[in-house]
């Protein structure tokens, strides 16, 4: 209950209220002194015009109507007609009112005097004027006397305007004296009140800024992290209610800031102890493509020191420029890259041991999405390898073991045609073409995998030479004659003027064109059409084999090259299911790519590139 009042009582705005009364009581003050300056150099001014300025006025017409009074007699006595003798009368009674105004207004020391010496003075003119008849003679003694008259009025009537003026000139000086101390007064007060004026403001703004200051200071330490300030109350108003809240904020905030310590310490530390146990390698990459941190895995893995990393570009660690696009990848479009088909592996020989590392780069964002940069993950798979490589090798052993057997079955079959003499029976013969027909399929499965595994095991001997695309074509073309024919089908060639020459293996190559177009000799209908295209494209050469069969189904585009797999049609031919993932490691091993367009009923176009010189799988 004692509280609110004190509250209201200290409050800023009543501080600031009562100090605006302050100054504005200053400020009355100087107008009220201004006032009073004003008003004694009024008074100084009345004084002056009142006293000084009337009598001036009077003397001046006391002059003017003796000169019309003694005009006027002059003309009644020559001419006494009734115009005359009014204009006399008036000058008479104007004369007369302006002696009175100037008796009314005697102020000066010597006024008074000078006043009755006209007064006396004008009767004794106009006495002297009344006992002359007629004023013609002007040289007798009645009018020197009345002149002499004239001139004393004259005389005392510039007595009277003399003593004015000086009085005025003394009233104007002391008036400039009292505008002096009046203009000194105003300065002095003018001075008091800035002095006291400042004072206030100074005060007052320091008493509220000053926990301003303080607040802003604690604000900055509370930004920065540094909770140990105190703040201490100065005052019960508002700002100091503030400072005292505020400290209180800041209080339960590093209570809560320490506790969120200890569990981000046991936060990083968990995170830390899985990051550094992981088996598999990760290596953490700012946006500017530096590394930040990696696991002792990935380190083993590259034969690194974390000082050797940190801070370091990634294509100092990893120097592979595929890799390191697989990097831009992930950052520019934020989503994980993970490469098939056996591109995403870094092979490392490290004496006579050779490992081998899977990795996908996966991008690392804030809650916010904002994006941190990128997860370079690894992981070994040399014991994969090993079993692949095994598992190639069986393959290859027992392929070429089949291949005798197959012979023997082969000639046997031949040799048991030509037993059933010139007449056999048809179902014979359809017994041993079917067997016949089994044993090629069986001798093309054999050799497509030991073709396989000589590849999986690096054992295929590739023999480079620079060859002629438009020859090479050409030459394919021909091989197919026989196919075609029996389709009824055409073969197109579009070849343009001046193609590029190409760096390749031209057994393998053929080898490619002969799985593409025997394919496509099986998906086009009677009297379908193939093209063979070749163009230019860059440092390569686009070769393409476009059919009109019913196409590649989609679910089957993105695994159309891998091993065994065949479209389930009906009205297509079955083969081995290895014929495009030979071509396909064939077309690698020239430091190309291959992929298919297609849209079903509508036709496939298998495209691959084919560099037109060396490079560094051309040259290994």
Same mark, same amino acid.
């Given at each position: 209950?004692?509280?609110?009042?004190? #509250?209201?009582?200290?409050? %800023?705005?009543? $501080?600031?209220?009562?100090?605006?009364?302050?100054?504005?009581?200053l400020l009355l003050t100087v107008a009220f002194a201004s006032f009073m300056v004003i008003g004694q150099l009024g008074k100084a001014s009345e004084k002056i015009l009142k006293m000084n300025y009337n009598s001036i006025i009077a003397s001046m017409h006391l002059t003017n109507e003796l000169e019309d009074i003694h005009r006027g007699f002059v003309l009644c006595n020559n001419n006494p007609s009734p115009a005359n003798v009014d204009q006399l009368i008036a000058a008479k009674a104007k004369f007369s009112e302006w002696l009175g105004r100037a008796k009314d207004n005697v102020t000066e020391k010597g006024e008074q005097e000078a006043v009755d010496n006209i007064e006396i003075e004008y009767k004794k003119y106009l006495a002297e004027i009344e006992t002359i008849g007629k004023l013609t003679l002007l040289e007798n003694d009645s009018s020197q006397e009345i002149e002499l008259s004239r001139n004393e009025i004259r005389r005392y009537c510039f007595h009277l305007l003399q003593l004015n003026q000086d009085a005025m000139f003394v009233k104007s000086a002391s008036a400039q004296e009292v505008a002096k101390q009046g203009k000194m007064t105003l300065v002095l007060v003018t001075i008091i009140v800035f002095i006291?004026?400042?004072?206030?403001?100074?005060?007052?703004?320091?008493?509220?800024?000053?926990?301003? #200051?303080?607040? =802003?200071?604690?604000?900055? =330490?509370?930004?920065?992290?540094d909770y140990s300030f105190?703040?201490?109350?100065?005052?019960?108003?508002?700002?100091?209610?503030?400072?005292?809240?505020?400290?209180?904020?800041?209080? =339960?905030?590093?209570?809560?800031?320490?506790?969120?310590?200890? =569990?981000?310490?046991?936060?990083?530390?968990?995170?830390?102890?899985?990051?550094?146990n992981i088996r598999d390698g990760i290596v953490l990459i700012g946006v500017d493509y530096r590394v930040l941190d990696a696991n002792p895995s990935s380190l083993e893995a590259f034969r690194l020191k974390l000082s050797e990393v940190i801070g370091h570009h990634f294509l100092e660690i990893v120097k592979q420029d595929s890799i390191f696009n697989d990097l831009k990848i992930c950052l520019e479009k934020r989503e994980r890259v993970i490469s098939n088909d056996g591109e995403n592996i870094i092979a490392i020989k490290t004496g006579d041991k050779q490992s081998y590392l899977e990795y996908s780069f996966s991008p690392v964002l804030t809650n916010n999405n904002e994006l941190m940069g990128a997860l370079f993950l690894l992981r070994d798979i040399t014991k994969l390898k090993e079993l692949d490589k095994l598992k190639s090798?069986?393959?290859? %052993?027992?392929?070429?073991?089949? $291949?005798?057997?197959?012979?023997?079955?082969?000639?046997?079959?031949?040799?048991l045609r030509e037993s059933l003499g010139?007449?056999? $029976?048809?179902?014979?013969?359809?017994?041993i073409a079917i067997a016949k027909d089994d044993i090629n399929r069986l001798r093309a499965l054999v050799n497509?995998?030991?073709?396989?595994? $000589?590849?999986?095991?690096?054992?295929?001997?590739?023999?480079?030479q620079s060859l002629d695309s438009a020859v090479l074509l050409t030459t394919i073309s021909q091989y197919f004659k026989k196919q075609l024919s029996e389709k009824q089908a055409t073969m197109e060639l579009e070849i343009p003027t001046g193609i590029s020459h190409i760096w390749c293996d031209e057994e393998k190559l053929m080898l490619v064109f002969s799985n593409l177009i025997s394919n496509a000799l099986k998906a086009i209908p009677h009297e379908g059409k193939i093209r063979l295209v070749a163009e230019a494209s860059g440092k390569y050469v686009l070769f393409a084999v476009k059919d009109n069969g019913h196409g590649i189904p989609l679910q089957y585009q993105n695994k159309i090259f891998d091993r065994f797999v065949q479209i389930e049609d009906q009205n297509t031919a079955r083969g081995t299911g290895l014929g495009l993932t030979i071509?396909?490691?064939? #077309?690698?091993?020239?430091?190309?790519? %291959?992929?298919?367009?297609s849209n079903p009923g509508q036709g496939a176009s298998f495209c691959f590139t084919i560099p037109v010189e060396p490079n560094q799988f051309t040259t290994r």
């Open positions: 209950m004692s509280h609110l009042p004190a #509250v209201i009582r200290n409050s %800023i705005q009543n $501080k600031l209220f009562a100090s605006f009364l302050i100054i504005l009581f006291l004026g400042s004072g206030l403001s100074w005060g007052l703004s320091h008493r509220i800024v000053r926990p301003i #200051v303080m607040l =802003k200071e604690a604000t900055q =330490k509370l930004g920065s992290g105190e703040l201490q109350r100065e005052s019960d108003d508002e700002l100091g209610i503030l400072i005292h809240e505020f400290g209180d904020m800041a209080m =339960k905030i590093r209570s809560f800031n320490d506790l969120n310590i200890r =569990k981000i310490v046991d936060e990083q530390q968990k995170i830390e102890a899985v990051f550094a090798e069986f393959i290859m %052993i027992a392929s070429h073991e089949l $291949k005798t057997p197959l012979t023997s079955m082969n000639l046997s079959i031949d040799l010139s007449n056999p $029976k048809p179902e014979d013969m359809e017994l497509n995998l030991l073709d396989l595994s $000589k590849i999986d095991a690096g054992k295929i001997d590739m023999h480079f071509s396909r490691e064939i #077309v690698r091993a020239h430091g190309g790519s %291959i992929w298919v367009e």
